[in-house]
């Protein structure tokens, strides 16, 4: 999520994938405010709305892009339906 829990450690977790130089992709933050996510983008972090993964036609609602794609998920959604 893109509030502010989610932005503090976005900024957190992308500094440091910059800073280790690690070869891995990037942190992704999922967010539903552009605006909220400009503020991280220079910090390392892969952003993207929310809406770019969703597929209602989908067994899940979630797009095949992403499905499955992530192995640590850190949710700062607020809310039990963000996993």
């Known amino acids: 999520g893109d509030g502010k ?9 992308g500094r440091e994938h910059s800073r280790n ?16 996510l400009d503020l991280v983008k220079e910090s390392g972090v892969d952003c993207r709305m ?7 036609a989908s067994f899940n609602g979630v797009a095949a892009a992403h499905a499955a794609k992530y192995d ?5 959604t607020g809310s039990p339906a963000g996993l």
């Open 5 to 13: 829990l989610g932005l503090m450690i976005a900024e957190v977790l």
């Open 50 to 56: 929310v809406s770019e993964c969703m597929d209602e």
């Open 72 to 76: 640590v998920v850190v949710d700062c």
């Open 21 to 36: 130089g690690l070869s891995s992709d990037k942190p992704v933050l999922f967010g539903k405010h552009q605006h909220k």
